[in-house]
């Protein structure tokens, strides 16, 4: 797994969404890269509000999570 990967699946990985196989190369890559890693421990406690703020309210946009991601990693999208 790359690190644009990891960026993408970082969302769902903070939020749990992910198979376990799939968390677990998230994670063994976040260990591993220090390119991801400072990014992951910066947002995670950020990101994880937010993902949750998101899901709880039905009426937030699906765009936004996007948008948010973008303004986050720039690179990855
Ligand atoms: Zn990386």
Avoid: I, N
Avoid at 20 to 31: C, M, N, P, S, W
Avoid at 48 to 57: E, G, N, T, V, Y
């Amino acid at each position: 797994m790359d690190c644009p990967e990891v960026v993408r699946r970082l969302w769902e990985y903070l939020d749990g969404e992910l198979a376990a196989k799939e968390a677990g190369a998230v994670r063994l890559h976040l260990e591993s890269c220090s390119q991801c890693r400072p990014a992951c421990h910066c947002d995670r406690a950020f990101l994880l509000l937010l993902s949750r703020s998101l899901r709880a309210s039905a009426a937030a946009p699906s765009t936004l999570a996007a948008s948010v991601r973008a303004r986050l990693w720039p690179d990855a999208q």
